[in-house]
């Protein structure tokens, strides 16, 4: 049985925060950000939800990869990843349309009495959104995730699995997105505090985003 000191696995997490999982989540979290428009405090916290996703779908993979073995990397294989990103994408994008058009879901004799109430309900779960994006971005195969899951499986034990899994996911929150984020949420407040008219256009047009990059995980060939 092959073993790897704590320390390894989270230098492979570092090798993967800083490279190939910045990438892949730039457009998702970047474009949630620049929506929100609600300065860099907020992006930071956002940031930090999405990080939290990770590092637990991390230490779920690495606890199921020792209990499971094999079978775990099998599944991962599939389209399953896929499926989460759409899904939370599309999630994501409609929290932002609902933000910005509380007409959407509510009548207008009530739309003017409610809307206080809708907007704090969904600031209330603004965190719930960056943080299935995180997990779910967590789960798209590539190498430094498979050697993750290989000394998982070879541990054979549920417990070190989940602490090479913690290992890896606090790895990988070493990441430029650390820098880049709270710049874009800067940026998109700014923005808004120069044209406040943009507020609702810029939420709305994010979340049309998102909703695009969601339908194109769910169906690549859109």
């Known amino acids: 049985m092959t073993t790897l000191s ?30 929100r428009g609600a300065g860099s405090r907020a992006a930071l916290g956002d940031l930090g939800g999405f990080l939290a996703g990770k590092v637990f779908a991390y230490t779920l993979l690495g606890a199921g990869a020792g209990a499971m073995g094999r079978w775990l990397i099998t599944t991962l294989e599939g389209n ?51 943080a299935m994006l995180g997990f779910s971005l967590s789960l798209i195969p590539c190498v430094p995730l498979a050697s993750l899951l290989a000394v998982s499986v070879q541990s054979e034990s549920m417990l070190i699995g989940a602490r090479y899994g913690t ?3 606090l790895g990988t929150a070493i990441t430029p997105l650390l820098l880049i984020i709270p710049l874009l949420g800067f940026m998109g407040r700014e923005a808004v505090q120069e044209h406040p008219w943009l507020a609702r256009h810029t939420q709305t047009a994010a979340g049309i985003v998102l909703l695009v990059l969601g339908i194109h995980r769910l169906y690549p060939g859109s």
């Open 6 to 35: 704590l320390l390894t696995v989270f230098l492979l997490g570092i090798s993967m925060g800083l490279t190939a999982c910045s990438v892949t989540c730039l457009p998702f979290l970047g474009t949630w950000t620049l929506g």
């Open 80 to 130: 399953i990843g896929t499926l989460a990103i759409g899904g939370s994408s599309l999630v994501a994008g409609c929290w932002l349309i609902l933000l910005a058009n509380p007409s959407i879901w509510l009548t207008p004799s009530r739309a003017g009495t409610n809307h206080h109430g809708l907007c704090t309900t969904l600031q209330r779960i603004g965190r719930l959104p960056p």
């Open 167 to 169: 290992a890896f996911g």
